[in-house]
């Protein structure tokens, strides 16, 4: 099993390639192409979180998504957040998520407690390297 580090964007579409390839054989997990898939699959994973990292998304934004994804209203979000004036001004940015709003949003709308505790005034750090 010749398998090589993935260093550059080349080196990295030629393993999307190769896990394609494999995927669609569907190797047994203890078979030699298997363990290929397996230990491709571990390379890209390792060489996607460093040069192409997930942002979290702006809370507001995560919870429009939620109230757009599931046809929800601003009276919806009420029990959660509070009067309808209030709902508002979290949508509007003009006041920030409380650890009640926190809590509820988490609890009624299933929005992870970290997407919602960012504070969506400053930009999400980027990882350092060799993380």
Do not use: C, W
Request: no cysteine; glycine share 4%.
């Amino acid at each position: 099993m010749e398998i090589t580090p993935i260093r550059t964007d080349d080196d990295y579409r030629n393993a999307l390639r190769a896990v394609s390839a494999l995927v669609d054989h569907d190797p047994a997990p203890d078979s030699p192409e298997g363990e290929r898939l397996d230990v491709l699959s571990t390379l890209i994973e390792s060489y996607e979180r460093k040069h192409h990292p997930i942002e979290m998304p702006d809370p507001v934004e995560a919870i429009k998504f939620r109230m757009d994804q599931s046809g929800l209203s601003v009276k919806d979000l009420e029990p959660m957040i509070g009067q309808s004036n209030r709902v508002y001004e979290v949508l509007n940015h003009k006041r920030p998520l409380t650890l009640r709003m926190i809590r509820n949003l988490n609890r009624g709308l299933g929005i992870s407690a970290q997407v919602l505790i960012k504070d969506a005034r400053q930009p999400t750090p980027k990882l350092a390297s060799g993380v």
